[in-house]
Nanobody, 126 residues
Framework: QVNVMQSGGGQVQAGGSLRLSCTTFGVTYIDYAMGWFRQAPGKEREAVSCLTWRGDSTDYPDSVKGRFTISRDNGKNTLYLQMASLKPEDTAMYYC???????????????????WGLGTQVTVSS
């Protein structure tokens, strides 16, 4: 059984920083991508970025480019999202996900991610 445990998040003022973490437990295959997704109130969930086992990341949406950085520690099965210069429009529930199979998730398409965290709320006040 695979579990995805998220930590971090919370409330911060505009211009502040936060770091999200996500650790997987029980994954029996290697070389799988992990990713961060977010869903703002009233909007569809969108991909923030995904990162392969080997360190190849997908492009960030323009809305976060230059402010968010994805990274991972394979030895700890942990994915990070460093968020800087936060804006009120970054307010959302942030989800971490792990790909369902080896080599999966490279395009950051949700359908390739079978294991999801429960989400962590990020609220940015102006």
């Amino acid at each position: 059984q695979v579990n995805v445990m998220q930590s971090g998040g919370g409330q911060v003022q505009a211009g502040g920083s936060l770091r999200l973490s996500c650790t997987t437990f029980g994954v029996t295959y290697i070389d799988y991508a992990m990713g961060w997704f977010r869903q703002a109130p009233g909007k569809e969930r969108e991909a923030v970025s995904c990162l392969t086992w080997r360190g190849d990341s997908t492009d960030y949406p323009d809305s976060v480019k230059g402010r968010f950085t994805i990274s991972r520690d394979n030895g700890k099965n942990t994915l990070y999202l460093q968020m800087a210069s936060l804006k009120p429009e970054d307010t959302a529930m942030y989800y971490c996900a792990a790909a369902s199979s080896t080599y999966g998730g490279t395009t950051c398409a949700e359908r390739e991610f079978g294991f999801w965290g429960l989400g962590t709320q990020v609220t940015v006040s102006s």
